[in-house]
Every structure is written in structure tokens, then in C-alpha cells.
């Protein structure tokens, strides 16, 4: 079985090998001048350019692609007690991005406070929004969890619009 896939892969290799234009520099040149012409096809320049101008091609269209690709919507876990855990599970299950909001990353970090309690910071864009001491009761957890789901969401939505303003060269009200 591994002798059948150690041959598979070194035919792998060599039509690697034979389709980039290497050559393969074994014993002799005698017997690279047989293999040759026995298992190779002519390939002419002007093909030869043509192909290696649509690899060019297809190489910068695939570099403007992952230059545009970014993981967007990234929610950070840096919670280190229970409670701050179960804020952070909370708040995922709740969780659902704006449908046009791009390039954000919400991070939820906690400090632990005094006696049982922590302190939970949720940052959007390297900017806080929210800072909270908690409880560790469940319920309270919870509802301070779904009110922060429903405080980044309009954040988000106020961020993108600024950002559509300030893309056509007007600004936003200023709330107060």
C-alpha cells in the first residue's frame, strides 16, 4: 500500500517537474537524452509564453482576491474565570453580525475583581464600548450578555454608516 502511493507520488513529482520546465539531472546525459525523447511532448516558446503569462495572470488576480479576504466578524475570547466564560458562550449564542458590516473584531476580555465577582470589557475595533463588574448568577449573566449583543450590533450599524458618510465626503450628526 505505502509502495503503491510512494510511486503515485514521485509521478506526482516528475509531471511536476515536466510541466514547469525542469529538467531532471540524474547519472548520465545519455540516458536524459532517451527519456526525453521517448516520454516528453515539444512545447514551442510562444506556447511556453503564453502559459506562463496566464500563471502570471491568475497569480495577481488570486493575490488582489486574498488581499480582500480578511476574516471579518471575529469574536476573541480572552475570559479566564467561569463567569467570564459563560458571558463570552452567552453572548456567541446571541451573536449575529449586521449583514453589511466589514472588517470589525469584537473582543471580550475579563479581569477578575474583588471577591467573586469580574470584570467583563467588550472592545469593537480596538475601541471599548463596555465595561461591567458580574455577578456569578447565571441570570444576571445572561441578561447583561444580551443587552451587549444588542449594544454592538448598533454600533456596528452606526460605524458602517459613518464609514458610507465619510466614503462620500459628508459627515454624521454627532449624538450626545
Known sequence: MFKGLFI??????????FVLG???????QAYEHTAAKEDSISISNTNKQQTVGLL??????????SVDLEID??????????????????FLMQWEAPPMAKNFTVLIKEQPARGNSSIVSITVNEQKIFEEALQ????????????M????????????????????GKRAKEVF
Open 56 to 65: 502570471n495572470q491568475l497569480l495577481q488576480e488570486r493575490l488582489q482576491n
Open 136 to 147: 456569578p448568577r447565571y441570570d444576571l449573566i445572561e441578561e447583561v450578555a444580551t443587552y
Open 73 to 90: 466578524g471575529l469574536v476573541v475570547d480572552e475570559t479566564i474565570t467561569k463567569v467570564g466564560r459563560d458571558f463570552y458562550d452567552i
Open 22 to 28: 525542469y529538467t531532471h539531472t540524474c547519472d548520465a
Open 149 to 168: 449583543v444588542a449594544v454592538v450590533y448598533d454600533y456596528l450599524l452606526q460605524d458602517q454608516l459613518n464609514q458610507q458618510l465619510e466614503a462620500e
Open 8 to 17: 503515485k507520488s514521485l509521478l506526482c513529482l516528475g509531471c511536476l517537474y
